[in-house]
């Protein structure tokens, strides 16, 4: 059973910021990672995805992946009100089956 | 089209009647899936189509639930005898899939309350 654990939350840091999420797998062999905002009542948008090991950095966000840990984390740096949204995990799994697996979601709460 | 697509976008229904969900993915993704998100919780899996390959069922919860897809073009997802707990919304993506990190692309989902 693959799966994917983040803390529901939910993380609330002030305006301006860095907001840390966390996620962690079970498929040592997973290949791709993803982070998806889901804002309340809306689609998953997609935000980064990364698939070596170290860090990726686009704009405010960065993504740092350590598979020997299996985990992957998501950084925002100068978090804004607007950030507030569930964050989620993906992990696109190993082998001939290219279905990711998603967490749960972490609740991010960015007050003024 | 530019996104994905997917109708109706609400969808009220009585208890036992037949519903049919429609996704038309983005042109060039072979890959398609769709997923199903209760109130508060988590994506739950449904089925994923790649290609003209047999499509992969696992997630799917009960015989209740169908799915096809010609090709790469517009899937559907049919729930015979609704029941109450079919309530949610059910969530399209594809991906041009594939080992690389390609995402996934999200249509704004079908809302279903089954009365």
């Known amino acids: 059973q693959k799966e994917v654990e983040q803390n529901s939350g939910p993380l609330s840091v002030p305006e301006g910021a860095i907001a840390s999420l966390n996620c962690t797998y079970s498929?040592?062999?997973?290949?791709?990672f993803f982070w998806y905002r889901q804002y309340s009542g809306k689609s998953p948008e997609l935000i980064m995805s990364?698939?070596?090991?170290g860090d990726k950095e686009d704009g405010r966000f960065t993504a740092q992946l350590n598979k020997a840990s299996q985990y992957v984390s998501l950084l925002i740096r100068d978090s804004q009100p607007s950030d507030s949204a569930t964050y989620l995990c993906?992990?696109?799994?190993?082998?001939?089956?290219?279905?990711?697996?998603f967490g749960r979601g972490t609740s991010l709460i960015v007050h003024p | 089209g530019a996104g994905v697509s997917q109708s109706p976008s609400n969808k009220v229904t009585e208890k036992g009647k037949d519903v049919e969900l429609r996704c038309d993915p983005i042109s060039g993704h072979t890959a398609l899936y769709w997923y199903r998100q209760r109130l508060g919780q988590g994506l739950e899996f449904l089925i994923y189509?790649?290609?003209?390959?047999?499509?992969?069922k696992s997630g799917l919860p009960s015989d209740r639930f169908s799915a096809e897809r010609t090709g790469e073009s517009v899937s559907t997802l049919t729930i015979q005898r609704t029941q109450q707990e079919d309530s949610a919304v059910y969530l399209c993506?594809?991906?041009?899939?594939?080992?690389?990190?390609?995402?996934?692309?999200f249509g704004s989902g079908t809302r279903l309350t089954v009365v």
């Open positions: 993506a594809s991906s041009p899939d594939g080992p690389l990190p390609y995402g996934y692309t």
């Open positions: 993906a992990v696109k799994a190993s082998g001939g089956s290219y279905i990711p697996t």
């Open positions: 189509f790649q290609g003209n390959s047999a499509p992969d």
């Open positions: 498929d040592r062999g997973s290949q791709s």
């Open positions: 990364i698939y070596s090991n």
